[in-house]
Nanobody, 116 residues
């Protein structure tokens, strides 16, 4: 139901851009919200941020304003931009559908490597 897409390789200092296409359920439905989550090598899952049905967003403060989530309702997609990336941003990036506090559906994940 969710599929991530975007470049697998990004150079340091550039902006990482990923898109999640939702094939079942509308991203404007009131009881769901839509998250980006990542897992760096050897580390646990890290929630990055969420966009709600009303287009409001909330972010993990640890990203210090580098993360931005937006949506395209005509395509039923939402996107992540992460600026000023470093090799520490190398991770598998997931998009997920959230109901309340639970992420009930996940994309398969996409590996993004930050390297020159």
């Amino acid at each position: 139901q969710l599929q991530e897409s975007g470049p697998g390789l990004v150079k340091p200092s550039q902006t990482l851009s990923l898109t999640c296409t939702v094939s079942r359920g509308s991203i404007t439905t009131g009881y769901w919200s839509w998250s980006w989550i990542r897992q760096s090598p050897g580390k646990g899952l890290e929630w990055m941020g969420v966009i709600n049905f009303d287009d409001s967003t909330h972010y993990n403060p640890s990203f210090k304003g580098r993360a931005s989530i937006s949506r395209d309702t005509s395509k039923n997609q939402f996107s992540l931009q992460l600026s000023s990336v470093t090799p520490e941003d190398t991770a598998v990036y997931y998009c997920a559908k959230r109901y309340g506090a639970s992420h009930e559906d996940w994309g398969q994940g996409t590996l993004v490597t930050v390297s020159s």
